[in-house]
């Protein structure tokens, strides 16, 4: 009963996500595997774009939750009796939470899928926010707040996980940039719309010592509305018509354990490189989007509103700048392939890192400019997030069994990579704001070098070509792929 049953749950998601094959005309854009080949937003009927929306929307309302304190910090500052020393340390709580959860969230994707660990995940980490909005009285209840929104990041490695399932590689790179891309957006809105939010409950007659409190109700809100709607959704992934799970899935041909999967996705030397070159691409954007703010408020004497609106020209990038990294990644493994994935990662965020040490630069001048500096920031911006929607066109090529522990140590590597460039620049007063910045980029310059270690026997690396034949067995090993040698998803589609 139990094997029947089983068998008919993959039917209807192989009917669902466009069946196998694609002579009939419903099955149109779909490869034998049930995945969309392109990436088509505005086709709704489609169940792929139905699951693409849901996934940034969801993204979206976490990057709001986690991204909402900084833009009305001079409103929880007397609330909440903090000290200088309170924000920097928020900060790190709420890169740590992200760190844990993101860790937590790969595996779970790859053995509940990503659906219902996404779902999840938004309406506990609703409930505790709101729970700790309402309590917070204290220094350590900031903390706790921040660490609680920061929990919320951990559907990231969900979303990624869930869209390298259902897009084909011909479009997984384009398909993950920007459902990252457009969701990452939720932290600019944060930052325009929590302190006009705030100013709205101020304005109804809401006392002040509670107004904060109530402004939180927004990002609780978008929290559980989203979550409920991913559970909502009938499936997390297409099937295959033999019965394969989809990239990450259970299947009925191959059951792994928990500790077999972690234990293949750790063992990838490649996951770790792209943790680091994460950890200082989109490691970058974390430590501006919560200095950001604050660095205008002080250095360029703007109010509230109009600091959390320059804050968010940084965050806003990301609707365009990281589908742009996707695109650039897909386009240029036609030509290239994973050796021209690479190359092209290497260079953007080498870039996105010199522009950063210039942003720094110009903010520690005498008599700074406010719009040349807001440029400088805005094209270093495009630069680090095109980056990071660069890393996620290769992430899925790395393993197959293990996508979401992948997708979870290189997303975890850029809370990794902010956390230590918080403590290291932005904690004490042994650097200033401007110095601090300059020396992140650096940083970043040097934790990109090591993509030249990255070598797939099948695809090449930076510095060499293939070493072993595509569909080479002895490959499978080399490419954690076991007994799927013979499978496509390492194909890069020419």
């Given at each position: 009963m139990v094997t029947m049953a089983k068998k008919k749950v993959v039917d209807e998601e192989c009917c669902y996500y466009g069946g196998v094959g694609g002579d009939d005309d419903g099955c149109a854009g779909v490869d034998a595997d049930g995945r969309a080949t392109e990436l088509r937003p505005l086709a709704l009927s489609s169940p792929h774009t139905q699951a693409f929306h849901l996934a940034w929307?969801?993204?979206?309302?976490?990057?709001?939750?986690?991204?909402?304190?900084?833009?009305i910090l001079p409103a929880l500052r007397p609330a909440l009796v903090l000290s200088p020393s309170d924000a920097p340390t928020a900060a790190v709580g709420s890169l740590s939470a992200t760190?844990?959860?993101r860790l937590a969230m790969g595996p779970a994707c790859d053995l509940l899928g990503p659906r219902r660990a996404s779902g999840a995940a938004s309406l506990l980490t609703a409930l505790a926010l709101a729970v700790t909005a309402a309590t917070a009285s204290s220094p350590a209840g900031f903390v706790a707040l921040r660490f609680v929104a920061g929990l919320s990041l951990a559907n990231f490695v969900a979303n990624q996980h869930w869209m390298s399932g259902i897009f084909a590689p011909s479009a997984v790179g384009l398909a993950n940039a920007v459902a990252a891309g457009w969701a990452n957006v939720g932290s600019a809105a944060a930052q325009v719309v929590m302190p006009l939010a705030y100013e709205l409950v101020l304005r109804v007659g809401v006392p002040i010592t509670v107004a904060w409190r109530v402004t939180y109700l927004l990002p609780c809100a978008l929290l559980i509305t989203t979550g409920l709607a991913v559970l909502a959704f009938p499936y997390d992934l297409p099937h295959s018509g033999g019965g394969g799970g989809g990239a990450?899935?259970?299947?009925?041909?191959?059951?792994?354990s928990f500790w077999k999967v972690v234990r293949a996705g750790v063992g990838n030397y490649r996951a770790w490189v792209l943790a680091l070159t994460y950890g200082y691409c989109y490691g970058v954007e974390l430590i501006m989007e919560n200095v950001a703010a604050d660095f205008f408020r002080k250095r360029f004497h703007l109010p509230m509103e109009a600091a959390g609106a320059a804050a968010a020209c940084f965050g806003a990038m990301n609707a365009v700048a990281r589908p742009a990294g996707g695109v650039a990644s897909d386009a240029v493994a036609t030509r290239f392939g994973m050796q021209g994935r690479l190359w092209v990662l290497w260079a953007v965020q080498t870039a996105g890192a010199a522009l950063c040490v210039l942003v720094g630069r110009m903010g520690a001048a005498e008599a700074p400019s406010l719009a040349a500096t807001m440029a400088?920031?805005?094209?270093?911006?495009?630069?680090?997030?095109?980056?990071?929607g660069l890393t996620f066109g290769i992430v899925p090529f790395v393993s197959k069994r293990s996508l979401g522990v992948v997708s979870g140590m290189t997303a975890s590597?850029?809370?990794?990579?902010?956390?230590?460039?918080?403590r290291l620049f932005f904690s004490g007063s042994q650097y200033t704001v401007e110095e601090a910045i300059s020396l992140t980029g650096a940083a970043s310059l040097l934790c990109t070098l090591p993509l030249a270690l990255v070598h797939f026997p099948r695809h090449g690396g930076m510095l060499c070509g293939p070493t072993t034949a595509v569909g080479d067995a002895s490959a499978a090993d080399d490419d954690d792929y076991e007994d799927d040698a013979d499978d496509d998803d390492y194909m890069l589609l020419k």
């Amino acid at each position: 009963m139990v094997t029947m049953a089983k068998k008919k749950v993959v039917d209807e998601e192989c009917c669902y996500y466009g069946g196998v094959g694609g002579d009939d005309d419903g099955c149109a854009g779909v490869d034998a595997d049930g995945r969309a080949t392109e990436l088509r937003p505005l086709a709704l009927s489609s169940p792929h774009t139905q699951a693409f929306h849901l996934a940034w929307l969801s993204l979206f309302a976490c990057f709001f939750a986690a991204f909402a304190a900084p833009p009305i910090l001079p409103a929880l500052r007397p609330a909440l009796v903090l000290s200088p020393s309170d924000a920097p340390t928020a900060a790190v709580g709420s890169l740590s939470a992200t760190l844990v959860g993101r860790l937590a969230m790969g595996p779970a994707c790859d053995l509940l899928g990503p659906r219902r660990a996404s779902g999840a995940a938004s309406l506990l980490t609703a409930l505790a926010l709101a729970v700790t909005a309402a309590t917070a009285s204290s220094p350590a209840g900031f903390v706790a707040l921040r660490f609680v929104a920061g929990l919320s990041l951990a559907n990231f490695v969900a979303n990624q996980h869930w869209m390298s399932g259902i897009f084909a590689p011909s479009a997984v790179g384009l398909a993950n940039a920007v459902a990252a891309g457009w969701a990452n957006v939720g932290s600019a809105a944060a930052q325009v719309v929590m302190p006009l939010a705030y100013e709205l409950v101020l304005r109804v007659g809401v006392p002040i010592t509670v107004a904060w409190r109530v402004t939180y109700l927004l990002p609780c809100a978008l929290l559980i509305t989203t979550g409920l709607a991913v559970l909502a959704f009938p499936y997390d992934l297409p099937h295959s018509g033999g019965g394969g799970g989809g990239a990450g899935g259970k299947t009925a041909k191959r059951r792994r354990s928990f500790w077999k999967v972690v234990r293949a996705g750790v063992g990838n030397y490649r996951a770790w490189v792209l943790a680091l070159t994460y950890g200082y691409c989109y490691g970058v954007e974390l430590i501006m989007e919560n200095v950001a703010a604050d660095f205008f408020r002080k250095r360029f004497h703007l109010p509230m509103e109009a600091a959390g609106a320059a804050a968010a020209c940084f965050g806003a990038m990301n609707a365009v700048a990281r589908p742009a990294g996707g695109v650039a990644s897909d386009a240029v493994a036609t030509r290239f392939g994973m050796q021209g994935r690479l190359w092209v990662l290497w260079a953007v965020q080498t870039a996105g890192a010199a522009l950063c040490v210039l942003v720094g630069r110009m903010g520690a001048a005498e008599a700074p400019s406010l719009a040349a500096t807001m440029a400088v920031m805005v094209a270093c911006a495009a630069f680090v997030q095109a980056a990071s929607g660069l890393t996620f066109g290769i992430v899925p090529f790395v393993s197959k069994r293990s996508l979401g522990v992948v997708s979870g140590m290189t997303a975890s590597g850029g809370a990794v990579g902010a956390i230590v460039t918080n403590r290291l620049f932005f904690s004490g007063s042994q650097y200033t704001v401007e110095e601090a910045i300059s020396l992140t980029g650096a940083a970043s310059l040097l934790c990109t070098l090591p993509l030249a270690l990255v070598h797939f026997p099948r695809h090449g690396g930076m510095l060499c070509g293939p070493t072993t034949a595509v569909g080479d067995a002895s490959a499978a090993d080399d490419d954690d792929y076991e007994d799927d040698a013979d499978d496509d998803d390492y194909m890069l589609l020419k």
